[in-house]
């Protein structure tokens, strides 16, 4: 269904549409609370906030954007906001390192293991690969999960992560590349050749 089909069943008392976007949208908002936040109750409880805001506020979406990008950019500012009441560091400022595009979590983890031999080793080795890659993407501050969960798992463009996150493009391009750079370093100090 269209999302201004939605909306306005929504606004016209049927809460039953109402859960229909909750269901399209629920994954989406997962992987932003549960990358940014890693107290299990906070999540639950965020989640439910980010639903009951975006229900309260629903007549105020200006169509803008798509409807889940409106909602996704409700839970990421759900999150900042407890995480800033929490002090929690947003992201690590010490790089410097110029704006990439290039796209180096693909490279670091085709580089992770050789080419299995067989269609079963193969199996194997991605699954293996992937918990690596999961575990450190992990350790990362939580705006930089975020971002890489975003562009590489949800496969959303540039502008609709800037639109989410409310950054110019040009930052979120530079904080992916920052959340990379972390990532490979990470992985470069973890694991050896030897050990993957």
Not at 42 to 64: C, E, G, H, M
Not at 106 to 111: P, S
């Amino acid at each position: 269904m269209e999302d201004k089909l939605l909306v306005t069943r929504v606004l016209q008392g049927d809460t039953q549409t109402f859960a229909v976007i909750v269901k399209t949208t629920e994954r989406l908002v997962a992987q932003i609370v549960f990358k940014m936040i890693r107290n299990a109750e906070a999540r639950k409880d965020i989640a439910q906030d980010v639903y009951l805001n975006a229900y309260k506020n629903l007549s105020r979406f200006k169509f803008q954007s798509k409807l889940s990008t409106w909602i996704a950019q409700i839970a990421y500012n759900a999150c900042l906001n407890y995480l800033e009441k929490k002090k929690i560091t947003l992201f690590d400022s010490t790089f410097t390192q110029e704006e990439s595009d290039g796209s180096q979590l693909e490279r670091i983890a085709g580089t992770l293991v050789d080419t299995a031999e067989s269609e079963v080793e193969s199996k194997l080795f991605q699954s293996e690969r992937t918990t690596i890659v999961l575990a450190a993407l992990e350790r990362l501050p939580p705006v930089y999960n975020t971002l890489i969960t975003l562009y590489h798992y949800e496969e959303l463009s540039y502008e609709e992560i800037a639109q989410i996150t409310k950054l110019p493009i040009g930052t979120v391009k530079n904080y992916l590349f920052r959340a990379r750079k972390l990532l490979k370093e990470h992985l470069l100090i973890k694991y050896t050749n030897e050990e993957i």
